[in-house]
C-alpha cells in the first residue's frame, strides 16, 4: 500500500490508500481505496479513456465517506495508472477487472455492499451482474444502451470500411494526433456486446438504479428508458437538464447513489434470512 492520507470527517477518520490489485491477466490495477473502518466497500467503474481521478468517481466516494461507506475507484486495465494497453470495446474483459476487484476484497473479509459505474462504467456493471450474481445493488450512471450507437460520432462515418481495408483506424485529436487505435477485433468485440440480452441475465432479486440526465449529448436519455423497460428490480431517476458528466449536478447525483444505496443496505438489514 502506498501513500495513506487521513483525512477528518464528522463520522469517522478516512483514509485514502492506493491499493494495487492484479486482475486475470497477471496486469496491476491501481485503486485508491476510501476506507472509512467498514466492513461494507462500494466499487466505483470509471468511463471510456477515463479513470479513478474522474471527478464523478472522486466526488461520490467523498459522499460515501460523509455516511461512513468506504469506497473504491479503480483504473481500469489500459486506463490510469494500471497496467495493460487500452483497448476500444472490452466491457466483458472490464466486468473480469471489476470481478478481481470484488475478489480482492472478498479475500479480504470485507463485503462489497454495491457497484457502480458511469458511462462505459455503466454498461460493465451491468454486465458484471448478468455474468456474476454476487452483487446485489448496482447503480448505472449514464449507461449506453445500444452498444450499435454512437460508434461513428466517435470514428466518423465510414469507419467500417475504413476499418476493414487496414485492420484498424486511428482516432485523432484536433491537432493531428493519434488519441487511440480502434482494431477490427475491437470493435467487433464493441459491436457483439449485447446490452439487452445480458440485462435479462441479471438476478431478480438484485437491485439496479439507473440514473441518467435529461441534457446527456454523449448518451440519449432514451437508453435510460430502455433499461427500466427490461431490468426487473429497477429505478429509474431522471435528473433534469443533467450533461453526461453531470457538470452542475454533482450534489444531486451523489445525493440520489447515497440515498438508494443507504436505503437499500437497510432494507436489506431488516429483510428475514
Do not use: W
Not at 84 to 110: K, M, T
Not at 136 to 164: A, P, T
Not at 204 to 228: N, S, W, Y
Request: proline share 2%.
Amino acid at each position: 500500500m502506498a501513500q495513506t492520507l487521513s483525512v477528518e470527517n464528522p463520522v469517522s477518520v478516512v483514509q485514502q490508500q492506493k491499493v494495487i490489485i492484479p486482475n486475470k491477466h497477471g496486469e496491476k490495477l491501481v485503486g485508491i481505496l476510501h476506507e472509512t473502518g467498514s466492513k461494507q466497500i462500494v466499487v466505483l467503474c470509471h468511463g471510456f479513456r477515463s479513470s479513478k481521478g474522474e471527478e464523478n468517481m472522486a466526488n461520490l466516494a467523498a459522499a460515501l465517506e460523509k455516511e461512513g461507506i468506504s469506497a473504491f475507484r479503480f483504473d481500469f486495465a489500459g486506463n490510469g495508472e494500471s497496467e495493460g494497453q487500452f483497448e476500444y470495446g472490452n466491457y466483458f474483459r472490464e466486468a473480469d477487472d471489476l470481478h478481481s476487484v470484488i475478489q480482492h476484497f472478498n479475500g479480504a473479509n470485507r463485503i462489497v455492499a454495491a457497484i457502480l459505474g458511469h458511462s462505459k462504467g455503466g454498461g460493465v456493471v451491468l454486465l458484471y451482474a448478468s455474468k456474476y450474481h454476487d452483487i446485489h445493488i448496482v447503480v448505472n450512471v449514464s449507461g449506453r444502451y445500444d452498444l450499435k450507437m454512437g460508434i461513428e460520432e466517435r470514428l466518423g462515418k465510414d469507419f467500417m470500411d475504413r476499418i476493414k481495408k487496414d485492420g484498424y483506424l486511428d482516432v485523432k485529436n484536433k491537432a493531428g494526433g493519434v488519441e487511440f487505435r480502434v482494431t477490427e477485433e475491437s470493435l467487433v468485440d464493441r459491436l457483439n456486446t449485447n446490452m439487452h440480452e445480458a440485462c435479462l441475465k441479471i438476478d431478480k432479486e438484485c437491485r439496479i438504479l439507473t440514473i441518467h440526465g435529461t441534457a446527456d449529448q454523449m448518451i440519449p436519455v432514451e437508453d435510460a428508458f430502455e433499461f427500466d423497460k427490461i431490468i426487473p428490480n429497477h429505478k429509474l431517476e431522471i435528473v433534469e437538464g443533467a450533461n453526461h458528466c453531470y457538470t452542475k449536478h454533482q450534489t444531486e447525483l451523489a445525493s440520489i447513489v447515497v440515498n438508494f444505496i443507504k436505503t437499500t443496505l437497510q432494507e436489506d438489514k431488516g429483510a428475514p434470512n
